[in-house]
């Protein structure tokens, strides 16, 4: 996820690797339409072309290798005008809508625009791709023309299509046609894999299939003609009989079924307020389309396009902002990540035992290690957010099944902060990579000047970043909790006692009484980068610091430094490195700001929060599709603009989209007591564009209630009525 910024400098100066992200620069400025179903994905352009008109970051993706990299339609060879595009509510179908330019078809006679309408519809799978096309002549005289279709594969690894130079590649194989009357694009790896392309047509082109196919178009007035192809993603030796994949329709039915089962499994918000409504079902939709299923339960992969695999922090933020209202999916991120927690050194991989996962990639750029991502543990946060995440699920659904059945894998991820987190015995949990080729950040900010002080010199490692502390503090004292809950006495009370002297350490070593907050970091001197950032932020998540700190906190992170009109940025506007532009260094994360906002919530700090929770919702509303990208540029808000865009933000990524519930969580302060039954909303308020909140499925167990809310003072109190019951569930109000 997070190292597209972030490695791009440090590949250079080190590796000498050119990295220049020249192909994806235009990802901010057309907002490309995508799909995924797995590990398949699919960028496009308005049109459904793919680098019909030059290189970009588009095409069709399986295991982080490209299988079509040109896919383009044209109409008496002219590419056809676009009349719409849109992906549908719940990510599905993409349905485009073209039609012809003025076209000459006979030497004598002039096809005028607009009298062929072409309807394509692509629908994806794990591995296959389908398009309908359906033509129809709305014209008054018969129609003889042809429309064509071009394809290409380039099997570009997905670190080459971010920019990435390659000594060497493997070998592309001549376009063969095969006897089914199909057309296989192939490629050997270095890595010593094939991959093949195959594209089968129905009906057949005319003549050969090769990389560029035609049809004959012969239509009488309103006549239509329907051309399908399928695409699938093969690796490994050919089969003598491939398997057969589903019809579109087929296809289609199936997606919609995984996604009616995923919607049913998590609570739905309705309200007042279209737009909010609109931002949430897109949210959901885009959640819904990022998730894998795996053995281990669903799963959300971190972004399109650079991020379509799994990552351990980003996968824990996601699940940790939509645990009240889906605790499923945490399920499913803490099975999978207990399957790839590390259990022995590999310092090629920053792996030591018991840390959970950075990354997972299956591309040949990682299978030969020309990038360390393969299975790679350079995060630091990602082991206590799973001991955070595993607490906080037991709190919500009192599944203490699953947490014995994770048990040993809490306890090692203890274990690793215990032994090698905290490189030097003070308990505070630090990092410095071991591989060479590693990320040289390991937080969420992971770009390689992302932690400095204040007169802009680098912080050198071992760092030691206070939002991990944070996280180590909660990791300690969930842990305790669990424990005693499980009958493990001892272990409780050494827990306990050692996130309490945890506190205190970081009190007295982070906190700057000038800055109203406290210091990002300490470095290798354990000196501390006294800098104002969106770190100190999470502090307020976990419950870290005291009421009185955790107000100022709130009230440094709203000055009009930080919080730029559309959110808090990463780095307050004055500092050193400050820059809006940046990756990490100014710019606003709607992860980082949904976060907060839960902090701010814990604490009871309403005012700062309707602020915050407006901001997020008006950039919402902002942006394309009202989908939150992964960030944007921290530019001070003006009258009548919009949120400036990252260019090479992941459109869409799950922890942004996840956001939504974050801040209704934030609204709502629900929490659950598995074993009173009940449900309890905490000083639950309404900001002025939200007059009504309908909340349906809030499940507890077996049981689930709907409730609605209503704002009724100008401070946001509301009324909460309970409309409906299903199963033994209580619901109280705590004002």
Same mark, same amino acid.
């Given at each position: 996820?997070?190292?597209?910024?972030?490695?791009?400098?440090?590949?250079?100066?080190?590796?000498?690797?050119?990295?220049?992200?020249?192909?994806?620069?235009?990802?901010?400025?057309?907002?490309?339409?995508?799909?995924?179903?797995?590990?398949?994905?699919?960028? @496009?352009?308005?049109?459904?072309?793919?680098?019909?008109?030059?290189?970009?970051?588009?095409?069709?993706?399986?295991?982080?290798?490209?299988? %079509?990299?040109?896919?383009?339609?044209? !109409?008496?060879?002219?590419?056809? %005008?676009?009349?719409?595009?849109?992906?549908?509510?719940?990510?599905?179908?993409?349905?485009?809508?073209?039609?012809?330019?003025? %076209?000459?078809?006979?030497?004598? $006679?002039?096809?005028?625009?607009?009298?062929?309408?072409?309807? =394509?519809?692509?629908?994806?799978?794990?591995?296959?791709?389908?398009?309908?096309?359906?033509?129809?002549?709305?014209?008054?005289?018969?129609?003889?023309?042809?429309?064509?279709?071009?394809?290409?594969?380039?099997?570009?690894?997905?670190?080459?299509?971010?920019?990435?130079?390659?000594?060497?590649?493997?070998?592309?194989?001549?376009?063969?046609?095969?006897?089914?009357?199909?057309?296989?694009?192939?490629?050997? #790896?270095?890595?010593?894999?094939?991959?093949?392309?195959?594209?089968?047509?129905?009906?057949?082109?005319?003549?050969?299939?090769?990389?560029?196919?035609?049809?004959?178009?012969? @239509?009488?007035?309103?006549?239509?003609?329907?051309?399908?192809?399928?695409?699938?993603?093969?690796?490994?030796?050919?089969?003598?009989?491939?398997?057969?994949?589903?019809?579109?329709?087929?296809?289609?039915?199936?997606?919609?079924?995984?996604?009616?089962?995923?919607?049913?499994?998590?609570?739905?918000?309705?309200?007042?307020?279209?737009?909010?409504?609109?931002?949430?079902?897109?949210?959901?939709?885009?959640?819904?389309?990022?998730?894998?299923?795996?053995?281990?339960?669903?799963?959300?992969?971190?972004? !399109?396009?650079?991020?379509?695999?799994?990552?351990?922090?980003?996968?824990?933020?996601?699940?940790?902002?939509?645990?009240?209202? /889906?605790?499923?999916?945490?399920?499913?991120?803490?099975?999978?990540?207990?399957?790839?927690?590390?259990?022995?050194?590999?310092?090629?991989?920053?792996?030591?035992?018991?840390?959970?996962?950075?990354?997972?990639?299956?591309?040949?750029?990682?299978?030969?290690?020309?990038?360390?991502?393969?299975?790679?543990?350079?995060?630091?946060?990602?082991?206590?957010?799973?001991?955070?995440?595993?607490?906080?699920?037991?709190?919500?659904?009192?599944?203490?099944?699953?947490?014995?059945?994770?048990?040993?894998?809490?306890?090692?991820?203890?274990?690793?902060?215990? $032994?090698?987190?905290?490189?030097?015995?003070? %308990?505070?949990?630090?990092? /410095?990579?071991?591989?060479?080729?590693?990320?040289?950040?390991?937080?969420?900010?992971?770009?390689?000047?992302?932690?400095?002080?204040?007169?802009?010199?680098?912080?050198?490692?071992?760092?030691?970043?206070?939002?991990?502390?944070?996280?180590?503090?909660?990791?300690?004292?969930?842990?305790?909790?669990?424990?005693?809950?499980?009958?493990?006495?001892?272990?409780?009370?050494?827990?306990?006692?050692?996130?309490?002297?945890?506190?205190? &350490?970081?009190?007295?070593?982070?906190?700057?009484?000038?800055?109203?907050?406290?210091?990002?970091?300490? /470095?290798?001197?354990? $000196?501390?980068?006294?800098?104002?950032?969106?770190?100190?932020?999470?502090?307020?998540?976990?419950?870290?610091?005291?009421?009185? &700190?955790? $107000?100022?906190?709130?009230?440094?992170?709203?000055?009009?430094?930080?919080?730029?009109?559309?959110?808090?940025?990463?780095?307050?506007?004055?500092?050193? =490195?400050?820059?809006?532009?940046?990756?990490?260094?100014?710019?606003?994360?709607?992860?980082?700001?949904?976060?907060?906002?839960? #902090?701010?919530?814990?604490?009871?700090?309403?005012?700062?929060?309707?602020?915050?929770?407006?901001?997020?919702? /008006?950039?919402?509303?902002?942006?394309?599709?009202?989908?939150?990208?992964? @960030?944007?540029?921290?530019?001070? =808000?003006?009258?009548?603009?919009?949120?400036?865009?990252?260019?090479?933000?992941?459109?869409?990524?799950?922890?942004?989209?996840?956001?939504?519930?974050?801040?209704?969580?934030?609204?709502?302060?629900?929490?659950?007591?598995?074993?009173?039954?009940?449900?309890?909303? @905490?000083?639950?308020?309404?900001?002025?564009?939200?007059?009504?909140?309908?909340?349906?499925?809030? =499940?507890?167990?077996?049981?689930?209630?709907?409730?609605?809310?209503?704002?009724?003072?100008?401070?946001?109190?509301?009324?909460?009525?309970?409309?409906?019951? &299903?199963?033994?569930?209580?619901?109280?109000?705590?004002?």
């Amino acid at each position: 996820m997070d190292e597209e910024g972030t490695e791009l400098h440090r590949l250079e100066e080190e590796s000498g690797w050119s990295v220049a992200a020249t192909a994806a620069t235009a990802l901010a400025l057309y907002r490309p339409r995508t799909l995924k179903n797995g590990s398949t994905f699919l960028v @496009l352009d308005h049109f459904g072309d793919a680098q019909a008109i030059g290189p970009t970051a588009e095409g069709l993706f399986h295991d982080d290798t490209r299988f %079509l990299s040109r896919l383009s339609i044209r !109409i008496a060879g002219m590419r056809p %005008l676009l009349l719409s595009s849109a992906v549908n509510a719940d990510n599905s179908v993409l349905t485009v809508n073209l039609t012809n330019p003025d %076209l000459i078809v006979l030497p004598e $006679r002039k096809l005028m625009r607009d009298t062929i309408h072409v309807e =394509r519809q692509i629908v994806l799978g794990q591995g296959v791709m389908r398009e309908r096309i359906t033509v129809r002549n709305f014209g008054d005289a018969r129609l003889t023309s042809e429309i064509s279709l071009s394809f290409a594969a380039d099997f570009a690894d997905i670190f080459e299509v971010r920019g990435q130079k390659r000594a060497r590649r493997g070998v592309r194989h001549v376009p063969v046609a095969g006897t089914d009357g199909s057309l296989i694009l192939g490629y050997l #790896g270095l890595d010593n894999l094939e991959r093949r392309t195959r594209l089968r047509f129905d009906p057949p082109p005319a003549g050969i299939p090769g990389r560029d196919n035609r049809w004959p178009l012969d @239509l009488d007035p309103g006549a239509h003609q329907t051309i399908e192809v399928l695409a699938t993603c093969e690796i490994g030796p050919e089969q003598a009989e491939p398997p057969a994949a589903p019809g579109f329709d087929g296809l289609l039915a199936g997606i919609r079924a995984w996604c009616g089962e995923r919607s049913a499994q998590r609570t739905q918000a309705i309200s007042s307020n279209q737009a909010f409504n609109d931002w949430f079902a897109r949210s959901e939709s885009d959640l819904t389309m990022l998730t894998t299923e795996t053995e281990s339960g669903p799963f959300p992969y971190a972004g !399109i396009p650079w991020f379509s695999c799994p990552f351990g922090r980003d996968s824990l933020v996601t699940a940790l902002q939509c645990l009240w209202a /889906d605790p499923e999916l945490a399920r499913g991120v803490l099975r999978y990540h207990a399957k790839l927690q590390a259990t022995a050194l590999d310092p090629a991989r920053d792996a030591e035992p018991g840390k959970i996962l950075h990354e997972s990639r299956n591309g040949e750029m990682a299978t030969l290690r020309e990038v360390p991502f393969g299975r790679y543990y350079g995060s630091v946060d990602s082991t206590p957010l799973y001991v955070v995440l595993a607490t906080q699920y037991a709190d919500r659904t009192g599944d203490w099944a699953l947490i014995r059945e994770i048990w040993p894998n809490i306890v090692a991820a203890l274990g690793w902060i215990e $032994r090698y987190g905290d490189i030097d015995g003070d %308990l505070l949990l630090e990092y /410095d990579r071991k591989s060479v080729n590693g990320l040289i950040n390991q937080g969420w900010k992971d770009s390689w000047d992302s932690v400095f002080h204040d007169d802009g010199r680098l912080a050198e490692a071992p760092i030691a970043l206070i939002e991990v502390q944070a996280y180590a503090e909660a990791a300690w004292r969930g842990a305790g909790r669990m424990a005693a809950a499980l009958g493990h006495q001892d272990e409780a009370a050494f827990w306990t006692d050692r996130a309490d002297t945890l506190r205190e &350490r970081v009190e007295e070593a982070f906190w700057c009484e000038e800055l109203s907050t406290y210091a990002m970091a300490l /470095d290798g001197e354990k $000196r501390p980068c006294r800098i104002r950032s969106s770190n100190a932020g999470h502090t307020l998540l976990t419950g870290l610091p005291s009421p009185d &700190r955790a $107000r100022r906190i709130a009230q440094t992170l709203m000055a009009p430094e930080s919080f730029c009109g559309w959110g808090i940025r990463t780095v307050a506007e004055g500092e050193s =490195r400050y820059n809006p532009m940046s990756y990490h260094t100014g710019s606003v994360w709607p992860h980082d700001n949904g976060l907060i906002a839960l #902090g701010m919530k814990r604490y009871g700090l309403n005012g700062q929060l309707e602020r915050l929770l407006t901001g997020i919702y /008006d950039s919402a509303l902002a942006v394309d599709m009202h989908r939150l990208p992964e @960030l944007f540029c921290g530019f001070s =808000r003006r009258l009548g603009v919009g949120p400036t865009a990252y260019p090479v933000a992941c459109l869409p990524q799950a922890w942004a989209a996840a956001s939504v519930y974050a801040v209704l969580g934030a609204m709502l302060g629900v929490s659950f007591r598995p074993e009173e039954n009940s449900i309890r909303f @905490l000083r639950p308020f309404l900001p002025a564009w939200l007059e009504e909140l309908k909340i349906e499925n809030l =499940r507890l167990g077996t049981a689930a209630v709907d409730v609605r809310l209503r704002r009724h003072s100008e401070d946001g109190g509301v009324s909460l009525n309970l409309l409906r019951r &299903r199963g033994q569930i209580e619901v109280a109000v705590i004002t």
